[in-house]
T-cell receptor, first 112, second 114 residues
Framework: KNQVEQSPQSLIILEGKNCTLQ??????????LRWYKQDTGRGPVSLTI?????NTKSNGRYTATLDADTKQSSLHITASQLSDSASYIC???????????FGIGTKLQVIP | NAGVTQTPKFRVLKTGQSMTLLCAQD?????MYWYRQDPGMGLRLIHY???????AKGEVPDGYNVSRLKKQNFLLGLESAAPSQTSVYFC?????????????FGEGSRLTVL
């Protein structure tokens, strides 16, 4: 069964600090992995996409990494801002399938 | 740019009542999806459509029906609502041929069944 596990479930950090969110998956055959940001009361929005051949990808203060061998991904947020407070969801797609597998998400709270 | 629009945003139903959630997208996307999001669980696929006039079951289809009569609209129906269907419902769409299949989500519809 395809699964996506994220850790930690929740995280509180001070504004300006860095943090790293983790995603482990067992989806096979792997196609790509996306990180989505979901603000409270809103729908998820894609931040980054990682394919099999990509190790690192940045989007502003967000940097995603992928280790396809160990089936792990991380999302690193640099110099956090209050607006980074949200849930971050790891979503993995399998080749040839319509469906994707969602992680439960990590709820990040950035405090002043 | 409207993107994906869901109506209504909030609804309270009594057990046994019926209702329809409407999803409309203006991006000419072929694929559309209905998900539900519950605390402590990832988004779960209810039904999806790969084009106008087509629908297919997802992982949690029981108690729901869908229709895609027009390409831009995807309707989710509850014929006889149950408290277990209390959830936040998200519609999403994506185009064909796009690398990685980014999903574009609506703002969500919060449904409470008493």
């Amino acid at each position: 069964k395809n699964q996506v596990e994220q850790s930690p479930q929740s995280l509180i950090i001070l504004e300006g600090k860095n943090c790293t969110l983790q995603c482990n998956y067992t989806v096979s055959p792997f196609s790509n992995l996306r990180w989505y940001k979901q603000d409270t009361g809103r729908g998820p929005v894609s931040l980054t996409i990682m394919t099999f051949s990509e190790n690192t990808k940045s989007n502003g203060r967000y940097t995603a990494t992928l280790d396809a061998d160990t089936k792990q991904s991380s999302l690193h947020i640099t110099a956090s801002q209050l607006s980074d407070s949200a849930s971050y969801i790891c979503v993995v797609s399998a080749q040839g399938y319509q469906k994707v597998t969602f992680g439960i998400g990590t709820k990040l709270q950035v405090i002043p | 740019n409207a993107g994906v629009t869901q109506t209504p945003k909030f609804r309270v139903l009594k057990t046994g009542q019926s209702m329809t959630l409407l999803c409309a997208q203006d991006m000419n996307h072929e694929y559309m999806y209905w998900y539900r999001q519950d605390p402590g669980m990832g988004l779960r696929l209810i039904h999806y459509s790969v084009g106008e006039g087509t629908t297919a079951k997802g992982e949690v289809p029981d108690g729901y029906n869908v229709s895609r009569l027009k390409k831009q609209n995807f309707l989710l129906g509850l014929e006889s609502a149950a408290p277990s269907q209390t959830s936040v419902y998200f519609c999403a769409s994506r185009p064909t041929g796009q690398r990685g299949g980014e999903l574009f989500f609506g703002e969500g519809s919060r449904l409470t069944v008493l």
